[in-house]
């Protein structure tokens, strides 16, 4: 979205310490914290970059969140797929437009929002159905209700199977996603791709098992650890935090079962 900020929308306010506040902008609305308060109505109609200010003199700035922002932001019930991972995740399973997506533990929402927002048609299979409600919800808050269209939500156990087929990509968060190799093998096109996603290295070998025993082939893992750098003048260096292990990524590509070509 472009223009300026409007009611009805997200505004990502910074303070001067970098702190990051996520409001939902209304006519007549009020945003408060500790410095005092800001009226939604100075932000409203506003460029974003714009500076505001509270009732005591404390200043914000104003930007639209990103992705990366709302989903650590956004109301949750189940733990997130961080952002970190979010956009090797997309690569992994080589996410285009018009892909028809199976995704499986759909939690809170935000993988789903990453596939739908890169253009997929994403059918989401998720047991619990304050979940399945949480997710449909913040995929609708952050892309708008029209995104509804290509993201389906079915309260259903993939472990027991898979009711459609023809699907071009299969996205997985789940604490046992070996038991769904065998259902990706029937429903994904030849050349498909399946990404899971899991934290400990146990569910990882038990994976790896269970695609080297299948018809898919091409199979990696890896994590991703992401360092943040102090630039401060002459002092650079690494922060002394850093975002390290969240969880494995491992992928495959369904191939067949046939034997390769002798010579």
């Given at each position: 979205m472009t223009g300026p900020l409007a009611a009805g929308e997200r505004a990502l306010l910074l303070d001067r310490k970098g702190r990051r506040y996520l409001v939902t902008l209304?006519?007549?609305?009020?945003?408060?914290t500790h410095a005092g308060w800001v009226a939604h109505d100075a932000l409203i109609g506003r460029?974003?970059?714009s500076v505001v200010r509270s009732t005591t003199g404390a200043w914000y700035r104003a930007v639209r969140p990103t992705l990366s922002d709302f989903v650590l932001?956004?109301?949750r019930g189940a733990q997130v797929i961080y952002p970190k991972d979010l956009g090797p995740i997309l690569i992994l399973a080589d996410v285009f437009a018009g892909a028809r997506i199976l995704e499986s533990g759909v939690g809170s929402g935000a993988l789903s929002m990453a596939l739908v927002r890169a253009g997929a048609v994403v059918t989401g299979y998720e047991l619990r159905p304050d979940f399945a409600a949480r997710a449909r919800a913040n995929v609708a808050s952050f892309l708008g209700a029209d995104a509804l269209d290509r993201f389906v939500v079915h309260e259903r156990d993939v472990y027991e199977g898979v009711a459609e087929g023809g699907f071009d990509r299969m996205v997985l968060d789940l604490p046992e996603p070996w038991r769904v190799v065998k259902h990706a093998e029937a429903v994904l096109r030849p050349g498909g791709i399946l990404v899971a996603y899991t934290p400990s290295a146990i569910q990882?070998?038990?994976?790896?098992?269970?695609?080297?025993?299948?018809a898919f082939a091409?199979?990696?893992?890896?994590?991703?650890?992401?360092r943040t750098w102090h630039v401060e003048g002459q002092s650079v260096r690494p922060d002394h935090r850093m975002v390290g292990h969240t969880g494995f990524l491992t992928s495959a590509r369904l191939v067949g079962r046939d034997d390769a070509p002798a010579g």
């Open positions: 209304a006519e007549g609305g009020q945003f408060h460029e974003e970059g932001k956004m109301p990882v070998s038990q994976l790896r098992d269970a695609l080297a025993a299948s091409l199979a990696e893992t890896s994590e991703v650890l992401v």
